[in-house]
């Protein structure tokens, strides 16, 4: 069983485009975030969630905007899409907060064109 | 499964000792990256190596990559609190980039 799962893998879409990816974790873990990761492999923490409570917004565009459902899932959606949005994103959750282990979904490949 | 493995889990060392994280894989790694994730500014870049044989160096951490590009170690001298945190490994294992892993990471405490 994937412990932190993503979906899409892989997502090519237009510049101007609205799109969501999804996160979930069966780990029961309070804590979720996306992170993105770009070219040079840097990774940039853009938002957790704490029991569906936003508790870190980096300086991210407003495009972005994570959805929490229920604890167990976390979804980035971004609105009109720009060829700079273009990067690997990638879900995680920790049990608790940053001083604990993270586990990290398999990353979202997204491409604008 | 964890496409990476990390030694130890946790670590527990007195301050001014010298320790050393390693990063496993099974499959050839494109680039392996380390970073360290800190208290409230989530993960932090350290270094990365792309060379067999590899080593870099800051301040008092350095990573080196093994020729055969398949595990590195990350050795931190004479550790001070501000190490404590969890370093994980990252890397690419496809030679497109097309498929980024990470270790589970390892919690290092430093005691004064």
């Known amino acids: 069983d994937t412990a932190v799962s993503q979906t899409p893998k892989y997502l090519v879409t237009q510049m101007g485009n609205d799109k969501s990816i999804k996160c979930e974790q069966n780990l029961g873990h309070d804590t979720m975030y996306w992170y993105k990761q770009d070219s040079k492999k840097f990774l940039k923490i853009m938002f957790s969630y704490n029991n569906k409570e936003l508790i870190i917004n980096e300086t991210v565009p407003n495009r972005f905007s994570p959805k929490s459902p229920d604890k167990a899932h976390l979804n980035l959606h971004i609105n009109s899409l720009e060829l700079g949005d273009s990067a690997v994103y990638f879900c995680?959750?920790?049990?608790?907060?940053?001083?604990?282990?993270?586990?990290f979904g398999q990353g979202t490949r997204l491409t604008v064109v | 499964s964890q496409e990476l493995e990390q030694s130890p889990q946790s670590l527990i060392v007195q301050e001014g000792k010298n320790l050393t994280i390693n990063c496993t894989s099974s499959?050839?790694?494109?680039?392996l990256y380390w970073y360290k994730q800190k208290y409230g500014e989530g993960l932090i870049f350290l270094m990365m190596l792309q060379k067999g044989g590899e080593e870099k160096s800051h301040e008092k951490i350095t990573a080196k990559l093994d020729e055969k590009k398949q595990q590195s170690s990350l050795h931190i001298t004479a550790s001070q609190p501000s190490h404590a945190g969890i370093y994980l490994c990252?890397?690419?294992?496809?030679?497109?980039?097309?498929?980024?892993?990470f270790g589970p990471g390892t919690r290092l405490s430093v005691l004064p």
């Open positions: 990252g890397a690419d294992v496809s030679n497109y980039g097309q498929n980024f892993v």
């Open positions: 499959k050839t790694l494109y680039g």
């Open positions: 995680a959750s920790t049990l608790g907060g940053w001083n604990t282990e993270a586990f």
